[in-house]
């Protein structure tokens, strides 16, 4: 490594920087949760009580002690790896088995990931089978987990590949256009990927059933067809099998568009809060929220694949890290500068984190709004969250500079004052 190199220098500030706002920022959220985190605010002095006050902030703290020794691990090997020379020993390593192009950049990326991996599995493990199981959530058996983690794997490794495969052949033969065409494989990949999803992907780790004939289904056909919701149906996901914690949510694409609700939330809420937090999902829909970020992602994603370009063609960034790279780069090389990008400015992204959660923030605002005016009042809404707030043991008030950082929602007293206003 050459500490004077300009990219390696954006890399340790931008991860020193990245470890002490986080770590300023949970210490924040601690301190706050000690002070006020058993304090039952007045406008839910009715459905919250101290004796949950307490278990949330026991649930909060119990991750933020295994959250500080796993951060503080994972950036120091995170620095080990590059100081060490890991990338480049590995890189010539497996240059001496093969030299086919995609069979490198694959197992470079595939063996680059497995000290992460080690790493991050203790506290994985722990997190599950310590934590959420003690605090009643997790239903999770061991062999059930490793079942969960292998078929993510490979899940993960058969998307990995096609877009593996196009990038390393747009290298070759795209030259100066590879980016453009990228983009352009990208979200098209993107768009099977939502399509295929609910079919073929999701039934992997849950079952999903068609929502039962009753009230529920009745009221919830009727929302659909009056916001002009067309959907391939409702379903019900056994995610009791895995977790308490209760969720609902729109997936796919076109024809395979479905609404999806966790059976934990049936359990937890009764129809007409259910027949509210679909409404509030409809919000979404209605308010053309998923557009207006693919209208936002699309020239973002070929603006920084653009830049990539450039950078990659730079032999200071190899030489920064360790690795050779000639003038000009070959193709050969040129995946191995999009992953030292990745390490590069990946840090700098939780810059991003507030202008992303404001404009997030905003849009559930209006789900909710739109869920209070199709509904005809915001109260089944309002105990619907307050609900799942204390089923999912979420807690009730943070700070400003933390939820500015850390919640692309609005925090739950934000959210019932503004349906209660």
Known sequence: MVFSNIFVLIFLAGTAFSFI???????????????????????????????????????????????????????????????????????????????????VAMLFLILGGIPGAFLSMPFALYSEFGIEKHFGFSNMTFSMWVADEIKGFFINLIILTPLLLAMIGLFKYASDWWWILLGCVYFVFSLGISIIYPIFIAPIFNKFTPLEDGELKTRLEELLKKCGFKASGLFVMDASRRSGHSNAYFTGFGKSKRVVLYDTLIKQLTSEEIEAVLGHELGHYKHHHILKKMLFMIPAVFIVLFIISHLVKMPALYAGFGFFAEEPVPYQIMFIGVFLLSLVFGEWGILLSPVMN?????????????????????E???????????????????????????????PLLERIAALRK
């Open 21 to 103: 706002l986080d770590m300023i920022l949970e210490r924040i959220d601690f301190s706050f949760r000690k002070k006020h985190g058993r304090e039952v605010p007045e406008i839910l002095s009715a459905q919250v009580d101290l004796q949950t006050l307490d278990k949330t902030c026991r649930y909060e703290d119990a991750k933020y002690n295994l959250w500080i020794p796993s951060i503080i691990l994972e950036v120091m090997l995170s620095l080990y790896l590059v100081f060490c020379g890991f990338y480049p020993a590995l890189f010539e390593w497996i240059m001496s088995w093969t030299s086919n192009s995609f069979f």
């Open 358 to 378: 404001f404009f997030s923030r905003r849009d559930e605002f209006q789900a909710d709004a739109f869920a209070k005016k199709i509904c005809g009042t915001g």
């Open 380 to 410: 089944p809404l309002s105990t619907a969250l307050i609900k799942l707030n204390k089923e999912n043991l979420s807690e009730i008030q943070v700070p400003k500079i933390y939820s500015l950082f850390n919640y692309n929602h609005p």
